[in-house]
């Protein structure tokens, strides 16, 4: 399978503080891969870089070839990246489906003066933008909520919302930061099930960031460990949990030993 | 009695009835008691009342385009105050649309928005008027009165581009920041306003420019054709009044599918949460240059108008307070709703034009009585008094009290509701 998304050593620094140390990482199309670490390991910005919210120091991405580094947002957006946000950024007073809609921003072809004079191309494409965004609501279980203020949703459909926004920018690539974060296990359970139709029935690729273990073990095909800004495991999530370093980063250590001996162990 | 209001105006016969029976009446009043600002105040209530009544659309169209179109116009004429009164509405309408884009719809708060207005109304002021001829030289200038039209588009044209200029440098400002550098911004045109009258006078500085040309009556000879003689005191504030109307008009209806379209739509994701917006795909820079220029041309095609209206302008016009009162006819009636600004623009206008100075009139005649009261005579009372100078205090309380109270404005935003069709079955 080809490589959709690739990084060649990342690092990012805050300041004194390196979030990323020169991570390399690879992902292949068509799969759903897992990103782990205990809590400032560098997840998160890992996605902020891939989305173009920060530009690295050094190292580059490429997303199918081309690359992303120094690129805006929105134009990551439009050649097929699309993410959700740890701590969920919904346009909270606008509804449910004017969130959907807003996702689409990068695929509408109408101009200005489109909608201004409301000529037959803007009112077909407008229609198409609706019928599509009911779709998408469908797939993502929130049809019968459409209407409602995205702030007034409950916590759960809040997430599968910025899901399905998303999902409207028709990206190749889907980035998801914690996206069972505070649901109960049969909410994650369903959540988990959406994601392999979406890679099933619409050829996604799907990374995801999670701490719930049962999750990263159920879905993902390849699990990457960050520690510290730096990747300290990759591989089949079997293996990649037998791994010492990283019940090291998790648990602790058990006595103090260099850090090469463990990882020799 | 509001419970019954709601009730009658809920269903479409009874709420047709009762609109009408009341525009009648309020304009029955104004026509026979024309000094009278409380019946005034109550046609305009009733106006508004229009559009709260349930009715079918094209009657509520045709009712708005009656009572505004000719009901207005005829009681102008009996009190051309009322005349001025409703042009100077339409002005501040007008603005509070352009600005209710930039800060209701794409959350960038703007506090110079007059600078715009100052920039349309200089527009044709330097070449409607001799100025011009001292910038190029010889004596080509005044533009004939037809230019005016044109200058409404040039107006638009660069008010459009003065908001992509401001645009350029704060964009990665918001918030606070932004505030402040827009507040420069407007502080800045009226400056140069007031000075750039050496070397080259292109302002004429704090003495203003006058005469500025008055659109063309091109519609006299149909006038005399019809009997009437056309008389220029008469003719121009309903020919003004006219074309605020419709620039009005094309406001709310710019407004109005901006705001419903994807354009509006990503607006308003930028002010709900740019980083969030950005990463869903739109594009920052283009969006939110998209939304000064919008804004900022609305204000350029009223300066125009303002500047043939008033024949005269100077700097004096276009002051900071200006683009507060703006801002605060937008936070009254409902930041983001089209009819909220309207209702904020009325409100705050009729304000400042009847309600204060009507209570200050009325704090003179009382004084020049001079009745005795408890052992004191009024006509002791300090001119200090006089409530028309405590305008702005008085905007003050009422934007304190809304915030308190009603922080989301008189009219806020609503969202649209919209049935979603079936998918389609692949």
């Keep these: 399978m080809a490589t959709l998304l690739e990084a060649r050593g990342v690092t990012k620094k805050f300041g004194g503080l390196t979030a990323l140390n020169n991570v390399d990482f690879e ?16 997840k998160t910005t890992f996605f902020n870089v891939f989305t173009g919210l920060y530009v690295p120091e050094e190292g580059v991405v490429r997303f199918r070839g081309s ?18 946000f740890q701590n969920i950024r919904l346009f909270k007073n606008m509804t449910a489906v004017e969130n959907v809609l807003v996702g689409m921003h990068a695929r509408v072809g109408s101009s200005l003066w ?27 279980g929130l049809r019968g909520r459409a209407n409602e203020l995205a702030r007034n949703l409950p916590y759960g459909d809040q997430r599968r919302l910025e899901i399905g926004r998303a999902l409207a920018s028709k990206p190749a690539l889907l980035l998801l930061d914690e996206p069972t974060a505070g649901m109960t296990q049969g909410e994650a359970r369903s959540l988990m099930a959406l994601l392999r139709r979406l890679v099933g029935d619409l050829g996604l690729t799907i990374l995801l960031i999670e701490h719930n273990m049962r999750v990263v073990m159920e879905v993902s095909d390849h699990v990457t460990v960050l520690d510290y800004g730096e990747k300290i495991a990759e591989g089949r999530a079997t293996e990649v949990q037998k791994d010492p370093r990283v019940i090291e980063a998790y648990l602790g250590r058990r006595k103090w030993t260099p850090r090469a001996e463990a990882g020799d162990a | 009695m509001i419970a019954l209001i709601k009730t009658l105006l809920d269903k479409p016969l009874p709420a047709t009835i009762v609109v009408v029976a009341l525009l009648g009446v309020t304009a029955w009043g104004v026509a026979h008691f024309p000094r009278s600002i409380v019946v005034f105040m109550l046609f305009q209530a009733s106006i508004f009342l229009l559009y709260f009544a349930r009715m079918p659309r094209w009657l509520k169209m045709s009712l708005t385009l009656g009572t505004l179109g000719v009901l207005m116009p005829v009681l102008g004429t009996i009190n051309a105050y009322y005349m001025e009164i409703a042009i100077q509405v339409g002005i501040f309408v007008a603005l509070a649309l352009g600005l209710n884009i930039v800060v209701g719809l794409a959350g960038l708060l703007d506090l110079g928005y007059v600078a715009f207005f100052a920039v349309g109304a200089y527009s044709w002021a330097i070449f409607g008027s001799p100025q011009a001829n001292l910038i190029f030289g010889g004596d080509f200038f005044p533009l004939s009165p037809w230019w005016f039209f044109v200058f409404l588009f040039v107006g638009v044209g660069v008010t459009a581009g003065a908001g992509i200029l401001l645009g350029l440098p704060v964009l990665r400002l918001h918030g606070d920041y932004l505030a402040l550098v827009t507040l420069g911004f407007g502080e800045v045109i009226r400056v140069l306003a007031n000075n750039l009258d050496k070397p080259i006078n292109f302002t004429n500085g704090p003495k203003g420019i006058t005469p500025i040309g008055r659109p063309p009556i091109f519609f006299a000879p149909a006038l005399r054709a019809v009997g009437i003689e056309p008389d220029p005191n008469v003719i121009y504030p309903l020919y003004l009044y006219a074309l ?59 300066g125009v108008l303002f500047s043939a209206k008033q024949i005269f302008i100077n700097p004096e016009s276009f ?23 309207i209702l904020g623009a009325t409100v705050v ?17 009382l004084r020049n009585a001079g009745i005795e009261i408890f052992g004191y005579n009024l006509a002791n009372l300090p001119t200090q008094l006089e409530p028309a100078k405590y305008e702005r205090m008085v905007f003050g309380l009422i934007i304190v009290l809304m915030m308190i109270f009603r922080p989301q404005g008189i009219l806020p935003a609503r969202r649209r509701t919209r049935e979603l069709t079936e998918p389609t079955d692949p």
């Design chain 2, 349 to 365: 206008t009729v304000l400042n034009l009847q309600v204060l100075k009507g209570l200050s009139l009325w704090f003179n005649e």
């Design chain 1, 67 to 84: 690359t992303l580094t120094g690129l805006r947002p929105d134009q990551i957006t439009a050649l097929g990246v699309c993410r959700t």
């Design chain 1, 27 to 42: 992902l292949e199309e068509g799969r759903i891969a897992s990103i782990i670490g205990p809590n400032g390991a560098g």
């Design chain 2, 319 to 341: 002051t900071f307070m200006e683009s507060i009162g703006v801002l605060a006819m937008i936070i009254l009636g409902g930041m983001g709703s089209i009819p909220g600004a």
């Design chain 2, 244 to 302: 605020v109307l419709l620039i009005v008009g094309a406001t709310v209806l710019v407004n109005r599918r901006l705001e419903d379209s994807h354009i509006g739509r990503a607006w308003e994701a930028i002010r709900e949460d740019q980083t969030a917006a950005e990463a869903m795909g739109v594009p920052l820079v283009r969006m939110k240059l998209l939304a000064f220029a919008c804004g900022a041309s609305f204000a350029g095609a009223v």
């Design chain 1, 114 to 140: 489109g909608a201004l004079s409301r000529n037959q191309h803007w009112t077909r494409e407008e229609a198409a933008l609706w019928a599509r965004a009911a779709e998408l609501l469908d797939i993502v």
